[in-house]
């Protein structure tokens, strides 16, 4: 017989029993928060950045995260382009990111 794998990006579209017949468990991220996106993000940082230093930055996150995006939340009709909070957490971790990439190479 033939077998084919398909593969998709989402599962937004796909109804329940769709994703129990393929024995699937679908978590929609949004309902996961940022936690664990922030987690991951923390782990796959550059190796040379010390241990402290990513227990730091969490602790950062922890305090400060959750206060940012309920000011955003508030101020969502000033927003030319809504955002998800996802999506804005997302791109915080890609300007440290490029912050410490930039630090790491210009000290």
């Known amino acids: 017989g033939i077998r084919l794998t398909f593969e998709v990006d989402n599962l937004s579209q796909a109804s329940p029993a769709t994703i129990s017949r393929c024995a699937m468990v679908y978590m929609d991220p949004v309902d996961l928060g940022w936690r664990p996106f922030v ?5 796959r ?3 040379d950045l010390p241990e402290t230093g990513r227990h ?8 400060s995260t959750d206060d940012g995006l309920a000011f955003m939340t ?3 009709k000033h927003q030319h382009l809504p955002a998800t909070d996802l999506g ?3 791109s ?10 930039f630090m790491g190479k210009n000290g």
Not at 92 to 101: E, G, N, R, V
């Open 39 to 43: 987690k991951t993000w923390l782990h």
């Open 45 to 47: 940082l550059p190796r």
């Open 56 to 63: 730091h930055l969490e602790k950062l996150f922890e305090l």
């Open 74 to 76: 508030r101020r969502k």
């Open 88 to 90: 804005m957490v997302s």
């Open 92 to 101: 915080l971790c890609k300007i440290l990111s490029a912050l410490l990439d």
